[in-house]
């Protein structure tokens, strides 16, 4: 390594050698070289290297003119490059070698770019890869920022007099707390969508927050559930799923004229994976620890999606908190929960403050208001360039938000209408209602959790409230019967392939007739119409046979009476590889227990 000139000292020299040398240790790279910019000097020195050729090193300094320089200037961030010979940009790192490959982090503190870090050449002739290489180099980074910090801190003092003592020097200053001032949000105006429909008013017959709503534990003892009461409003605590009362439109001045509950809510697998690729891409483009969304619904209280590289530790989560409801005046934050995803999971938390933050407010066509926050741990303005392809990327994602909520408005039509349709029938078939209510319901939550993509949500949902219509279609005197022959058994049986046949000419947009059609039949092949077997049922039909079933024992039927919750589970768990879905099975419980355990 050539000798570092004053201001180094050997200490520091040996310190960033050490450091060096852990990218041949986690990351396999076999060359390595560290560039700085020193206070005084114009561009970066080569304050450490290892590996390269003793006739051709690298070189000891670089302007800002460089193209190499130039290149990671403009990058701004970790980038592979696996046939560096293509470039000429690179030659002066790649002497030597007649298959280099590079891999070239910048590094930043406070904002600040202060240098960047070279590895060349991994192990075994293997090319770079940045989703698996940029975890390790980063915490590689924090470290060079942390003895650059050390370094600064004991080479400033005014005199020897004011020297601190070594523990002293090894200690980088707490990041102040920030303050919170008010910062404007920039309005984002969302591209205007041909399919959007002027808003409607709610129907206030129906909503599904009037299906059911959960299940709590019964008195037999944990493990055990119990269908709620139609009266009755539970909102599972373990999630964090509070209800809020918040102020109507009508409101003047500090009166408030009335209170709407808020209904805990939550996003379509979807709708967070189109979230973190546009908050992927943000980071990509603009120097960000975290991006939060909060959704705004009028009926419903979403979790604020959060994004981040690294996990958050609960104090910067708590600062998210903080800001958001800082801008969102209709929710406290206690009523408030956050669902984070972290690019890389097994690292250590990121800590620290939150020194910058830019909120941005997209203005949604139908008078949508969703909030993005974007933040920095270093104190650093967000410049002009850097807005403008904020903004870029919050039209994109407000236009995704927007045709999520038209998507969502035409799911709710249609409930309205099959709760309409399913009315006129109470008298005839008194419980028809409540049990396609109840089964659409806890159906279209299961299929969520189980992450199915949307059109299998919605073809769950549909299938699931119109699955016994063709009951509607036999004889009322053979579904009034207290006990039932062969004969009438063989006429029920046939009610999903009426449903389906009534149901043909509605053209549904989702595989809802086969769905139907199929939710009678069995895991082991013996159900009807077509003894279907295994996987050969659509998944949407095995959703609603558990469902439907665990239903039916939970509220009873004129044939059986309700079941305890203990037996109903045990049934089902019996069941399983016979009637139902073995997987599904196993799943469905472990959602029951979700929903019902509560904190003390």
Not at 94 to 120: A, C, H, M
Not at 310 to 320: D, G, H, S, Y
């Amino acid at each position: 390594m050539p000798s570092l000139p004053t201001p180094f000292n050997d200490a520091l020299s040996h310190r960033f050698a050490q450091i060096l040398y852990q990218c041949l240790e986690t990351v396999g790279s076999t060359k390595g070289a560290l560039y700085l910019s020193i206070k005084g000097e114009e561009g970066f020195r080569l304050v450490s290297h290892y590996g390269f050729p003793r006739l051709v090193p690298p070189p000891e300094s670089l302007t800002m003119e460089h193209p190499l320089v130039k290149w990671v200037h403009r990058e701004r961030r970790i980038f592979a490059v696996n046939n560096a010979a293509q470039f000429p940009e690179l030659s002066v790192l790649i002497q030597g070698s007649e298959t280099p490959r590079l891999l070239i982090t910048p590094i930043y503190d406070k904002g600040n770019w202060i240098g960047f870090l070279v590895q060349r050449d991994r192990v075994r002739g293997e090319g770079y890869d940045v989703n698996r290489d940029e975890a390790p180099t980063v915490a590689i980074c924090q470290d060079i920022v942390e003895a650059v910090r050390e370094f600064r801190f004991v080479f400033t003092s005014g005199s020897s007099n004011d020297s601190p003592s070594p523990t002293d020097g090894l200690h980088v200053p707490p990041i102040p707390e920030p303050m919170m001032e008010e910062v404007t949000a920039i309005p984002v105006t969302v591209p205007h969508s041909d399919s959007m429909i002027p808003p409607v008013a709610p129907v206030q017959e129906f909503s599904p927050g009037m299906m059911l709503e959960g299940f709590v534990s019964s008195p037999e003892g944990e493990g055990s559930f119990s269908p709620l009461s139609r009266s009755g409003v539970f909102i599972s605590r373990n999630l964090d799923e509070p209800t809020v009362m918040v102020p109507s439109p009508a409101q003047t001045g500090q009166s408030m004229v009335e209170s709407v509950p808020l209904r805990p809510g939550m996003f379509l697998p979807e709708q967070r994976t189109f979230f973190w690729e546009a908050a992927s891409l943000l980071m990509s483009i603009v120097p960000l620890a975290a991006v939060a969304l909060w959704m705004d619904e009028p009926q419903e209280l979403r979790p604020i999606l959060t994004y981040s590289r690294l996990p958050l530790a609960a104090e910067l989560k708590q600062q998210i908190l903080a800001h958001a409801t800082y801008h969102i005046t209709r929710v406290e934050e206690k009523d408030l929960r956050i669902l984070t995803k972290s690019e890389w999971m097994e690292e250590g938390p990121l800590r620290g403050i939150f020194q910058t933050y830019l909120p941005v407010v997209l203005m949604e066509e139908g008078g949508g208001q969703d909030l993005m926050l974007l933040f920095r741990l270093e104190e650093k303005p967000f410049n002009e360039r850097e807005q403008t392809c904020i903004q870029q990327v919050a039209r994109m994602l407000g236009f995704h938000l927007q045709e999520g909520r038209l998507h969502e408005q035409y799911h709710r039509a249609f409930l309205s209408v099959a709760h309409r349709i399913l009315s006129t029938v109470e008298g005839g078939a008194p419980t028809l209602r409540s049990h396609s209510l109840n089964t659409a319901k806890l159906a279209r939550n299961f299929a969520v959790r189980l992450e199915l993509p949307s059109h299998e949500v919605e073809a769950v949902s549909i299938a699931a409230i119109l699955h016994d219509v063709g009951t509607l279609l036999l004889d009322p005197a053979v579904m009034a019967k207290p006990e039932l022959t062969p004969d009438d058994l063989a006429r029920i049986r046939t009610h999903p392939v009426l449903a389906s046949t009534f149901l043909k000419d509605f053209r549904f947009p989702f595989d809802v007739l086969r769905i139907i059609r199929h939710h009678h039949e069995r895991w082991d092949g013996t159900g009807y119409p077509d003894g279907l077997k295994g996987e050969e049922i659509p998944i949407g039909s095995r959703i609603i046979c558990i469902i439907e079933a665990f239903e039916v024992m939970s509220s009873g039927n004129s044939y059986k009476s309700p079941k305890a919750s203990r037996e109903i589970l045990e049934e089902l768990r019996n069941e399983a590889s016979a009637q139902f879905d073995p997987a599904l099975v196993s799943d469905f419980i472990d959602y029951l227990a979700s929903k019902a355990r509560r904190p003390d």
